[in-house]
């Protein structure tokens, strides 16, 4: 199974706020795990990726937690800005095939 | 340094025509990907090319092809056109296999 399922499909969180995006997945074949953030008209950027082979990544303000065994993983965005709201896609890249997986995306909107 | 840049950045054609969208990667870089990025249907991996060759595909039909330049540039070519290949079309890069992918601004592809 190819799939990797992307929850919530939007958020809601107030300025200074942790914002949470979680991800599963069922194939044992990925190999790396990035996150990247789109703004409207505008292609995704990547944003902080992990290896599996690591529990935790932070970089500034954003935060990749991620669990092999259950073959989970999620994005933490502490101090939620308003510059934050953005759609964010967590991915998964095939070992083979060299080809990323994404999730449905996560609509995240920062109130201030 | 200059990002993936895909041209046009928009495109209106009819159904049945032929569609050509160009990519240049980050300079430097020698696999070029290319996905769709449909409405309700997410980012679906398209085509990868790495020094010239098609390295994998995903599940389009065979009227979705490309290719790539010596100077690692790449096409995607979508023929007979149907209404449902209306999409952005991202093109991505990376330096090398297997690498981060880093994604251009995308060619939004509307079939009348």
């Known amino acids: 199974q190819q799939q990797v399922k992307q929850s919530p499909q939007s958020l809601i969180v107030q300025k200074g706020g942790i914002s949470i995006i979680n991800c599963a997945y069922e194939n044992t074949a990925f190999d790396y795990f990035p996150w990247y953030q789109q703004f409207p008209g505008k292609g995704p950027a990547l944003l902080i990726a992990?290896?599996?082979?690591?529990s935790e990544k932070k970089e500034g303000r954003f935060t990749i937690s991620f669990n092999k065994s259950a073959k989970q993983f999620s994005l933490h965005i502490m101090d939620s800005q308003p510059g934050d709201s953005a759609t964010y896609f967590c991915?998964?890249?095939?070992?083979?095939?060299?080809?990323?997986?994404f999730g449905a995306g996560t609509i995240l909107r920062v109130k201030s | 340094e200059a990002g993936v840049t895909q041209s046009p950045t928009h495109l209106i054609k009819t159904r049945g025509q032929q569609a050509t969208l160009r990519c240049s990667p980050i300079?430097?870089?020698?696999?070029v990907y290319w996905y769709q990025q449909a409405l309700g249907l997410g980012l679906q991996f398209l085509l990868w090319?790495?020094?010239?060759?098609?390295?994998n595909r995903g599940n389009f039909p065979p009227r979705f092809s490309g290719r790539q330049f010596p100077n690692y540039s790449s096409e995607l070519n979508v023929n007979a056109l149907e209404l449902e290949d209306s999409a952005l079309y991202l093109c991505?890069?990376?330096?090398?296999?297997?690498?981060?992918?880093?994604f251009g601004p995308g060619t939004r592809l509307t079939v009348l």
């Open positions: 090319y790495d020094e010239g060759e098609e390295r």
């Open positions: 991505a890069s990376s330096l090398d296999y297997p690498d981060t992918q880093y």
């Open positions: 991915a998964a890249r095939m070992e083979y095939g060299n080809k990323l997986v």
């Open positions: 992990i290896r599996p082979d690591v």
């Open positions: 300079s430097g870089h020698t696999s």
